[in-house]
């Protein structure tokens, strides 16, 4: 069995979304792909370094902030 990245799984995706003809696409259907879309635009296909982020909850989440997600989310 080949071993599937998050990459791979996001541009098989943006694929089959781009076959979809757009003459049959119903206003459900359109919210369905927005959404879908949404959430593709969303993932992160870069490696994730589980060690890193705990030494970031570890370090941070002690003080009388705790730690959130955004706190975590790279900003580029």
Known sequence: M?????ADLKTKLINAIDEIDTSK????D???LA???????????KPFDF?????KIS????GAKQTTLSDLKEVE
């Open 25 to 28: 696409v119903t206003l459900c």
């Open 35 to 45: 959404d879908t879309i949404s959430v593709l635009a969303n993932i992160n296909d």
């Open 59 to 62: 370090t941070m989440g002690f």
């Open 51 to 55: 060690m890193e982020a705990y030494s």
């Open 30 to 32: 359109l919210k369905i």
């Open 2 to 6: 080949e071993i599937k990245t998050i």
